[in-house]
């Protein structure tokens, strides 16, 4: 089960924070959240849903998680056309400067 790691995520006050877990916990495909040091864990499926994909660009959106690239693992063939789309706010952060995916 790929693992993506958050580090270091910025949190404005315990509600916030709450609000972070009850996020990750609540997106399909997300089997388990777990806290390590300054870092938290999200036990992923390895082929999660369109919604669920989508739900964890947010989360690295929202809460400004660095090394989006890790999403980068979850492109496949059934979501190259919307995912990997240079015109998306997330493919400069997900892909980076490359566009040999697409």
């Given amino acids: 089960m790929p693992q993506l ?3 270091r995520v910025q949190f ?3 509600a916030d924070e709450a609000a972070f877990f009850r996020f990750a916990e609540g997106i ?4 388990k959240v777990s806290g390590s040091a300054d870092s938290i864990v999200l036990d992923v499926a390895p082929e999660p849903t369109e919604q669920s994909l989508r739900d ?3 989360l690295f959106e929202r809460y400004r998680i660095t090394r989006a690239s890790q999403l980068a693992q979850f492109l496949s063939d059934s979501n ?11 493919h400069k952060k997900v892909f980076g400067e490359a566009t040999r995916h697409v």
């Fill in 28 to 31: 399909d495909g997300v089997a």
């Fill in 56 to 58: 964890l660009i947010a």
């Fill in 5 to 7: 790691t958050c580090e």
């Fill in 12 to 14: 404005y006050s315990a």
């Fill in 80 to 90: 190259r056309h919307w995912f990997a789309d240079p015109q998306k706010f997330w």
